[in-house]
């Protein structure tokens, strides 16, 4: 597929991550201080059935989404220093686990996608309770949820399967109801979504369709599709300043960066088996990519779409969560899995979570 440039600005990369590849490259500035390469600071052990995390500024907490073991009904989401990693705060979920989330700090309002039933779940991160369950009939397969903090909006993303077709539900954080359920256009399997503000639209991942949708908030629709770049595309990450999609694809182990005014490729990267979760930096000069299979996150250069290391984190890394105040990045690292009926593996490398330091 050509190269088109991307439209806009390129971002540019912060002092730390311009003189770190160019002393990379040997030609760092005369009497410039060595600066450290980019580490895994710290790994602990958390609890089962890690997800997704992210970082809350009404909490000052890393909160992660636990389901707890096989069978159980311990599920959770636990509250993080995120310098130590220390256990803070605990929100009881039972048998309703959450597995992805995202908060608006606007209103201290955590949610999570309760895909065992099917259900949004709001969570008030003050009082640690969940203050109601929204969902759109029965049977949802919701996966990914994305916050719209401005005008009190969730987007929640539902796969498809059977009869039910795949759907993007708009909801209503103010009144806890879902106001809209888009279906027209997202035929193929959506996964993960981007959402732009000044557009007020949505990129959608088709992860059967091995495409990229987008989804205009205003016509309730998918108003254009374009190749992913690559196999299996299931995450995105947008960048407003320099116009470009990040996409991972998990079945070829790939990161796309994807050029939004064109829908064409700018450039495809290795990365590793199952490349699965990405997310930007705060100054968008890196690209965090976790690599289920590989047991790696790669840090991509953003300005030169260039892979700059893979760090080895722990089993099945998952999902990355980025704190842009600090800077720090942080991954949940899943267990191997036991075959069902079996006893579980004792696995030491998984149910951990990882803080990067870069």
Known sequence: MPISPAAGP?????RRHLLALLGAAGVAAKGSPALA?????RTVKVAPGLYELVVSTTTNLLHVASAGPRGGNSAKILGLD??????RSTVELGDDPAFGLAVNDRTGMLFGTATRDGKLLAIDLRSGTVKAQIGEGAGAHVRQVVVDEARNRA???VFGAREKPSAIWVVDT???TVSTVIT???EGGISGLAYDPAGDRLFAAAMQANEVVEVSLARKAGVRRFACGGDSPVNLAYDAAGGRLF???QKSGQLSVLDVASGEALKVLETGAGALGVSLSG?????????RGAGTVSLVDTRNLSVMTSLETGTHPNTVAVDRRSGLAYVTNKARMAPRGQPPVEDPNGDTVSLIRA
């Open 10 to 14: 390129r971002p540019a990369l912060s």
């Open 155 to 157: 987007f929640v993303s």
């Open 37 to 41: 390469a980019p580490t895994v600071e």
């Open 174 to 176: 103010s009144a806890n």
């Open 283 to 291: 100054d968008g000069a890196v690209a965090y990519v976790a690599n």
């Open 184 to 186: 027209e256009g997202l």
């Open 247 to 249: 996409c991972t694809n």
């Open 82 to 87: 995120p310098r130590t990693l220390e256990l």
